[in-house]
């Protein structure tokens, strides 16, 4: 398996350091309803840890939940996005955490993602938040302002290589509003304090004085507590390189002598229409938005799967569309794999697989050697998951029940589940119609057609014989 690996900008073969591939998502920040570009990077790094599983590897992934410390800004300047969303609805922060949480969760799960492992909220993580600021402090990585604490970029010489920043640029930019008391325009805060008469319901008690942590402190924090230093692969946005992800670098090097991760992936941004998503374009369509114009959330699914997490993504409703006609084209060569039809080259043995079990006992028939399609397939996605190429080969391959049924396992796009198999009676049907044409008793056949229409079967007769199609 090969990735981009951002740490090296170099595709590089993947190679685990034990026998669990240990992965970190940096999940939402939990105070608004998402849009669909949210959903973008969880759903490549589902095909990730499918990727791998697909490889015969055991995953552990960690997913946080920010609920607490994501200022506005993504520095440490503006109103904490928390606090934002519970004055916005006239409540608090933590039941504004407690229901977006919710939202999000509710949503991977049509989505079809792979729950993580660990959902992590960031506020389960406060008092290993203050151990770590006690341990930078005492180092003196860190430093007390009247602001909160800040992180000293100064005394970590590495601050610059992840993102390639230009801190000499950084800092004559900055010098202009530089007044406060940090020593450098990069610091940035692992802490915050909060001020006298400021709004601030989420509060703990730390050096003498209410306050909370810095946005980047959680990622390492929970990494250290539920990972262990250094993970395999890190994951997040492109957006997060710049300072987010540095940042989490910086206080993982102060915390330990070993690197954060070993692979750092970034998924690019979704643009729809060619414009930014954004409330005052108003296209910022959510799940629900594409489900009442008649798109499922695997219809999405399959739309950000053919295309590839690196690339940006222009969203358009005609593109959709041809997601979800391609992902219903092969639905429908599944229902033809049901009807045993010779020419999709079922291996189950040449029975006839439209019985439900015969699915069971190929998936039970214990390790079977692995058909050269399905290989292709998971070779192109091995190669910095490349669905889109993937998505080339199954067009243009002839597939096996058993080969869909991996497929389905590699992408989740519920394939099989949203293709119903057809009841032993039916199939009886559908074999009584052929051999009725075959006699050429076209009124029997008729007659059963309309049997089959009634129960939403619809029967296309082609050159290769008839073949049947579930109607919803
Ligand atoms: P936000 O809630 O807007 O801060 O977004 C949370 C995260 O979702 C960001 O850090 C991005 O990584 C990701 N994200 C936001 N907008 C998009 C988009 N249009 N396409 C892909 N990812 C996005
Ligand atoms: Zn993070």
Known sequence: MRLYNTLTRKLEDFKPIGDIVKIYTCGPTVYSFPHIGNYAAYTYWDLLVRTLKANGYNVKRVLNLTDVGHLTSDGDEGEDKLEKGAAREGKSPFEIADFYSKVYLDNY???????????????????????????????????ETTDGVYYDTSKFPGYADFARLNLEGLQAGARVEFSNEKRNAADFAVWKFIQPGEKHAMR?????????????????????????????????????????????????????????????????????????????????YTLEDL?????????????????????????TFDSLEGAKNRRNNWRARIAECYQGDTSTGDAAGGTPAGAPATVGETAAAGPVEIPSAFNRILAAVNENLNSAEAFAIIDNSDLTLSDWEKVDELFGLKLIADTPDVSAEVYDLIREREAAREAKDFARSDEIRDQLAAQNILVRDTADGSIWQYIK
């Not at 489900?291 to 969203?315: C, I, V």
């Open 109 to 143: 799960a049509k989505l079809n993602l792979l729950p993580a492992d660990i959902v992590a909220r960031a506020t389960d993580y406060i008092e290993e938040d203050k151990a770590a600021v006690d341990k930078m402090l005492a180092s003196g990585f860190a430093y």
């Open 291 to 315: 489900a009442e114009r008649g798109y499922s959330p695997m219809d999405y699914k399959m739309w950000l799967l053919m295309g590839h997490y690196q690339g940006t993504r222009n969203f």
């Open 204 to 284: 703990w008690d730390y050096l003498g004085r209410p306050g909370y942590p810095g946005w980047h402190l959680e990622c390492s924090t929970i990494i250290q507590k539920e990972l262990g230093q250094p993970i395999d692969i890190h994951t997040g946005g492109v957006d997060h390189i710049p300072v987010h992800h540095t940042n989490e670098i910086a206080q993982s090097y102060a915390l330990s002598d070993k690197p954060l991760a070993n692979y750092w992936i970034h998924c690019d941004f979704i643009t729809i229409d060619g414009e930014k998503i954004s409330k005052s374009l108003g296209n910022t």
